[in-house]
Structures are given as C-alpha cells and as structure tokens.
C-alpha cells in the first residue's frame, strides 16, 4: 500500500541562504529577526506513522529555556496537524546535526532509525538501516552522502492524492495523482540551494562535494516533488524541464 498522506509540519529556515556569503553580522541580524535555522520537519502517513527530522532552532542556545521553547514549538505543530508526538511509530534522522536531531527526545514511544553507517556515533539507541531498504509500505532510503557522509534522503511513493477545497458552494476537489517524492534533508538543503546547484559546506564534517553532487542528481532524476532540509516543499522543475527536453 502507497503513502496515503505527506505534510509539512514545520517549514524549517537558514541563516545563509545559496546567494549569501557567510558573514557573522548577517547571521545574528536573521537570529534576531527570528530565523532559527531549524530544520523541516515531515509526516508521512503509510501503515506506519513517520516524522523526518524535528526542526531543532537557534541550535547555538543550549540554554534550558531554549530547548524548552523548541519542544513546545514542535508540539504545537504537530497539534495543529492533529497528531502528538506519542502517535509516532518511526522518527527518521536524515543526520545528526542538532538542528535536526535536536527535539528527538519528544519522541520517546517512537523507534529512532538512521543510516548504517551513523549509529555508532549515536549516544542514544537507534536502528541503522541500509541504502535501499525499505522502512514503510511506499518509503525507502536512499544513502546521499555529500553533506555528510552518513546522511540518508527518503523516497516516497504515494497513493492517489486529492485535495478537498472549501468554497462557499461547499467545495470542490481537485484530484492530484500519484507522486514521487523526495525527503532529501540536506541532500537538498533549500529551493534556493537547488536552483543555484549549490551545497552547503559550512559544517565541519563536510564530506564531499562530488557525492554531494551525484546524490543531488540522484534525488532530481526520483522526485516529481522535493522537500529540503529547510524550507518548503517544492515542484521538481529540473525533472519537468529535463524529460520536455527529451
């Protein structure tokens, strides 16, 4: 059985964005403005209920108030989707950066998996799983190494999707189909980062920019749909433009 449902539950942000250059000043000014810098957080609903990554912000203040703060806000979030963290059966971790790990602990009913190649770093208990393996009925992992060189995108298959639109003559539907969607954590940092054929470098267990390019290439000729490591979902236009072209 396909994914019946995917969301976005908490559009993650960055302190850089591809056309930036780093600089210090630039990110307190969007700290201050309240960009985060968390990462997106995604449901998928098969025959098991999974969340990809938790959208841990400002990753920088370890203060007690802060990480409370940032519990509260994915709680909030996932309330307003109708969901509670103990509905989880599978957290998914695409690496381990806090900004995506870091409210893991809400999660304490749900099973942790993550790439193979990661779990030892891990100082919690998790469940590695291999390039290719299924994890759900419609969801399998992909290994993209570049970012890092454990980190692992989810590809996913859905059900007929449609979408039931509320008008004052008591709505309409519009019927979307069957999709291929990638959850590429930062194997696609943002909408921005894939226009520009960027990849995010900035950390210090950067791996490789060669891997990083051919898991971009990977994740663009799968996906008729991406969702970043932060920002929105978006239309695989490369795909689209790519296959007229053909």
Same mark, same amino acid.
């Given at each position: 059985?396909?994914?019946?449902?995917?969301? %976005?539950?908490?559009?993650?942000?960055?302190?850089?964005?591809?056309?930036?250059?780093?600089?210090?000043?630039?990110?307190?000014?969007?700290?201050?403005?309240?960009?985060?810098? &968390?990462?997106?957080?995604?449901?998928?609903?098969?025959?098991? =209920?999974?969340?990809?990554?938790?959208?841990?912000?400002?990753?920088?203040?370890?203060?007690?108030?802060?990480?409370?703060?940032?519990?509260?806000?994915?709680?909030?979030?996932?309330?307003?989707? &109708?969901?509670?963290?103990?509905?989880?059966?599978?957290?998914?971790?695409?690496?381990?950066?806090?900004?995506?790990?870091?409210?893991?602990?809400?999660?304490?009913?749900?099973?942790?998996?993550?790439?193979?190649?990661?779990?030892?770093?891990?100082?919690? =208990?998790?469940?590695?799983?291999?390039?290719?393996?299924?994890?759900?009925?419609?969801?399998?992992?992909?290994?993209?190494?570049?970012?890092?060189?454990?980190?692992?995108?989810?590809?996913?298959?859905?059900?007929?999707?449609?979408?039931?639109?509320?008008?004052?003559?008591?709505?309409?539907?519009?019927?979307?189909?069957?999709?291929?969607?990638? %959850?590429?954590?930062?194997?696609?940092?943002?909408?921005?980062?894939?226009?520009?054929?960027?990849?995010?470098?900035?950390?210090?267990?950067?791996?490789?920019?060669?891997?990083?390019?051919?898991?971009?290439?990977?994740?663009?000729?799968?996906?008729?749909?991406?969702?970043?490591?932060? &920002?929105?979902?978006?239309?695989? %236009?490369? =795909?689209?433009?790519?296959?007229?072209?053909?």
């Amino acid at each position: 059985m396909p994914v019946k449902t995917i969301k %976005v539950i908490k559009q993650g942000s960055l302190p850089i964005d591809g056309f930036e250059e780093p600089d210090p000043r630039l990110m307190a000014f969007k700290n201050l403005a309240g960009v985060g810098g &968390g990462s997106t957080v995604t449901y998928i609903e098969s025959d098991v =209920k999974i969340i990809v990554d938790t959208g841990f912000d400002f990753d920088t203040h370890m203060t007690d108030e802060n990480v409370k703060q940032n519990k509260k806000n994915l709680t909030n979030a996932l309330k307003s989707f &109708g969901l509670k963290p103990s509905d989880i059966d599978i957290l998914f971790i695409t690496h381990w950066h806090l900004d995506h790990f870091g409210n893991y602990k809400l999660f304490r009913k749900s099973k942790i998996l993550t790439y193979e190649s990661a779990v030892d770093k891990c100082r919690i =208990k998790v469940t590695g799983v291999k390039d290719g393996e299924s994890i759900a009925d419609g969801v399998r992992v992909m290994h993209t190494p570049g970012h890092t060189s454990d980190h692992a995108s989810l590809l996913v298959e859905t059900d007929r999707l449609r979408y039931s639109i509320p008008t004052s003559a008591g709505g309409r539907i519009v019927g979307i189909g069957e999709l291929k969607i990638a %959850v590429a954590g930062d194997a696609i940092l943002s909408p921005i980062f894939y226009a520009m054929n960027k990849t995010w470098t900035n950390n210090r267990d950067f791996y490789s920019n060669e891997a990083a390019g051919e898991s971009r290439n990977k994740l663009t000729e799968y996906a008729d749909y991406i969702i970043p490591g932060h &920002g929105n979902v978006f239309r695989n %236009v490369i =795909k689209d433009r790519d296959s007229q072209d053909t």
